[in-house]
């Protein structure tokens, strides 16, 4: 005989039961009173904070919107608004940089590059003429310092003649198209053979000038070796200058000694930029500030180990009592 199965009641149960998990798994958890005023605090003030920058935007735009108009009345705005009531906010990015364009000049969009390159090529020419002149008064100051001691009228007008060549022949502010006036007259009056000789060889001019001849006159008596080189035979002297002033390989002319007696190496270097024909006369001149500037020490100088300049030496000792 076969058995009926009655239908299980505890299977409803087991559904409602589900339920009810799922019906608490979804509520959500309960807020303490400590959080929710936390967050109420926290929403208020980014309200306080969001009101505050619409203000501040607010003010922005209508300052924009006021600069707009002021530029857009100076750049006459009626190529770009149609009413006279249109927002300067609508127009376009073209239209922008258009009236910009407007109201800046011309002349002002010149490039500062060039207008620094200008200057700097103002500033060179002037360093070049601060130069001569630099030049131009250390010979004028040698000049006078052997004019103060002269006793030949000869030489006096030697002298005389000499700075008046050197003061015609620095040329401030003025082209290579400029004649020298009676420059080129005596300088081709000149019938030296030295000077014919060199030209004909091609040397140039701030050699040239090193390899004239100079006359020493004769001595019967050597004098003090104190002698301060202001007050120097100005023959021998021109002679100690042309003969350093000339480059050697060794470097044992008038940069050496110009270092030997304390002359700055910016001041030398600025020498060597000038191309001055007798650097020996400007190192001279700096050093003749000096009180101790005598003929004993140029003649220590000149035969030390490093210069060697024995010859040079030997003229100096011949006037003066240096040994």
């Known amino acids: ?37 936390r967050v109420t605090k926290e929403r208020d003030d980014l309200k306080k904070k969001l009101d505050a920058s619409l203000k501040h935007m607010t003010e922005l735009k209508r300052t924009i919107r006021n600069i707009a108009k002021k530029a857009m009345d100076v750049a006459n705005p009626t190529p770009f608004l ?16 258009e009236m910009i364009g407007k109201l800046v ?20 020419l002037l360093s070049g003429e601060l130069g001569k002149l630099f030049k131009l008064k250390l010979n004028l100051e040698d ?3 052997e004019l103060s001691s002269c006793q030949d009228l000869n030489t006096m007008r030697d002298t005389v003649k000499q700075l008046r060549y050197q003061s ?47 006359d020493i006159p004769p001595s019967k008596t050597r004098k003090a070796p104190d002698t301060h080189i202001k007050n120097m035979q100005p023959e021998l002297r021109q002679l ?20 030997r007696v304390g002359v700055p190496d910016s001041l030398i270097e600025q020498w060597q930029q000038m ?5 020996m006369r400007n190192a001279l001149g700096v050093w003749a500030a000096s009180p101790g500037a005598t003929v004993r020490i140029l003649h220590r100088h000149l035969v030390s180990p490093q210069m060697r300049c024995v010859l040079l030496a030997k003229r100096v000792s011949d006037y003066y009592q240096v040994d």
Do not use: C
Request: avoid cysteine.
């Open 240 to 259: 100690v200058i042309q003969e350093l002033s000339l480059y050697k390989g060794s470097g044992s002319d008038w940069r050496m000694f110009a270092q």
């Open 143 to 145: 000049g006078l310092n």
């Open 168 to 214: 015609i022949a620095t040329k401030l502010f003025a082209g290579d198209s400029l004649k020298l006036d009676g420059l080129e007259e005596e300088e081709k009056s000149r019938d030296s053979p030295s000077s014919d000789r060199s030209k004909h060889m091609g040397i140039p001019s701030q050699v040239q000038i090193n390899l004239e001849p100079v």
């Open 1 to 37: 005989m076969a058995t009926v199965r009655r239908p299980s009641k505890s299977l409803p149960r087991w559904s409602k039961l589900k339920e009810q998990q799922a019906k608490q798994a979804a509520e959500p958890p309960p807020i303490s009173q400590r959080t929710l005023d």
């Open 105 to 124: 000049p011309a002349e002002k969009n010149e490039s500062f590059e060039s207008r620094i390159e200008e200057l700097e090529t103002r500033i060179t």
């Open 275 to 279: 191309k001055v024909h007798q650097p």
């Open 82 to 97: 149609t009413g006279s009531e249109k927002d300067p906010s609508d127009m376009t990015e073209e239209e922008v940089i």
